[in-house]
Every structure is written in C-alpha cells, then in structure tokens.
C-alpha cells in the first residue's frame, strides 16, 4: 500500500523574529494543508531549511508535526544528512516520535558512487522498520541516482519503497519505473513535471507549490488518476508561471515570500538564506495575482 496517493506539501517552517522556530504557527499551517485536502505532510525537507535547524530543533518539529496531525494523514519526516551515522540518527529518532515514512535525500557535497549510495540507503534502512521514500535531486546534491541504482535498492531493500525525482531528466525517470516496475512507488518532486511523471506511473507530488495551493495541487493530480488526463494537464500548464516564480531563486526563498504576501506571516529565513531580490519579488507578486492568490 502507498505511503500516500496525490499532493504532499514540503511544509515550511516558520520562523519567530530572530529565527527560532514557530510551532503555533507550524500548527495553524498544518491545520490549513488537512483542510484543503494536502494527503500528507513532509516536515523538515529542503523546503522547511532542515539544513539550518539543529538536530533538537529538527527533532523538536518532527514530534510536533506528528501530535499535530494526530493521524489525519501521513506525516513523511525528512531525515537524509551527508553522514549516514546522522541520517540513521535521524531516522531511528523520527521512528520513535511517530512519523509514519521517511525522505532520504541523496548525501550532499560528498558525491557518493552508486555502490556508496547502496551502501548508505540500506544502512539506514536496516536500522529502520518505516518505510522510505528516497530523494534523488542532483542540482542541490551534486550526485544522481542511476535508475539501475534505484531499482536495485527498491527490489532488494524491503523497506525502500519509493523515489522522490526531481532529477529533472524525464528519460532517467521512465527508466527508474521501467526497471523498478511496481516495486517503487514514484513521486515528482518538481511542480512543473507532476503530469509529466504520473504519465509514467507515478502516484503523486511532494510539492513546494502546495504551500500556498493546496487544493489545486491535490486536484491537480487526482484529475489524472481518476481519468481526467486533459483537466489535469490544463491545471499544469495554467500554474507554470506561479512555479517558475516560486523557483526565480533558490528554495525556498520565494515560497516563503509568497506566503508573507498571502499575510500567513511565516517569518524570515536562517542565513545564509537571504530575501528575495526586488525585481524577483515584483514576478512573485504577479504570478500570484494573475494566479488569483492575491488581490489586484
């Protein structure tokens, strides 16, 4: 079974002045994803700026989000790190705290081999009984899964059951589901490749554009995997400008503006991310409009 079918939501973490964590406002988020049909919540991925929270603020958020949710969806906690020792900390800590699946980015900056990814993925794994869901995304990593690579960890691994692409490489991910078959479960991690993957046999989106259109990303995807392939192919193409500005700058910087706007008053961002330039800004803030997300 799935871990979840249509729309997760890479959840930001939203920040007090001065930076630390705000986790009534992480709550009132979370409330507004379930009530406008989000199927799972992903909590400090890269779009929740893991990379800057420390290991007790991570964790801290983790066991939020699962008390949070309280078993209404799936709560997919991002547990990857460049050390495996870390990642498997992580994981066997975000296990305890309820989370129901885990994401695994690749190893960042080491640029592992392929035989050094089986080797991290499947340590992790074994001192694991949740499921995981692996996160190939070579521009941020600087490694790429091979698709014999993915389908070897998903056919031989029990508890890898899924890949988050957001490789980009429409080939590369055909092959992945051509060699993995149904032995993975495969999710778009880019919003402007969702038709495009379920066209291949994905299941569903982990998504940045959920942050501030949740429902329009769930129905995005449920339109295709209820038959309605023109409506949901419609649906990509009319939100193609609203991600190309969601991604004008680096993840998620322009998430976390757009949300500001919309007045959800998310906070700043931890260095060394920084705002958004004003002319990217000025884009944000149209495609948003001509979106309906905001007021003219």
């Known amino acids: 079974m799935a871990i979840f079918t249509g729309s997760a939501v890479a959840i930001v973490t939203p920040m007090k002045e001065g930076g630390e964590v705000n986790y009534e406002k992480l709550g009132e988020l979370i409330d507004e994803q379930i009530a406008e049909n989000t199927d799972a919540i992903v909590i400090c991925g890269t779009t929740g700026e893991s990379s800057t929270l420390s290991h007790k603020e991570h964790l801290e958020a983790i066991g939020y989000c699962v008390k949070h949710v309280a078993g209404r969806v799936p709560v997919i906690a991002g547990t990857g790190s460049n050390s495996t020792k870390e990642a498997i900390y992580l994981s066997v800590e975000s296990e305890k705290l309820g989370a129901d699946a885990l994401l695994l980015v690749t190893p960042y900056y080491n640029k592992a081999t392929q035989k050094g990814l089986i080797r991290h993925y499947t340590a992790i794994a074994e001192a694991v009984s949740l499921p995981i869901i692996m996160y190939n995304v070579p521009s941020r990593t600087g490694v790429n899964i091979l698709p014999e690579t993915a389908a070897y960890l998903a056919k031989n691994v029990k508890n890898i059951v899924g ?56 129905d995005m995807v449920m339109q295709y995997l209820e038959g309605n392939v023109g409506e949901s192919c419609r649906m990509q193409l009319q939100a193609l400008p609203l991600i190309e500005a969601l991604f004008c700058e680096v993840n998620p910087i322009p998430v976390k503006a757009a949300m500001n706007l919309m007045g959800k008053e998310v906070g700043e961002l931890r260095p060394p991310m920084y705002e958004m330039e004003a002319a990217n800004q000025e884009k944000l803030k149209k495609a948003m409009e001509d979106f309906g997300l905001l007021g003219r």
């Open 163 to 218: 890949i988050k692409e957001a490789s980009g490489n429409i080939s590369q991910i055909a092959k992945v589901k051509q060699l993995a078959g149904e032995d993975i479960e495969l999710y778009s991690g880019n919003d402007d490749q969702v038709v495009p993957i379920l066209s291949l046999g994905g299941i569903g989106v982990i998504s940045v554009l959920a942050n501030v259109a949740p429902k329009y990303t769930h």
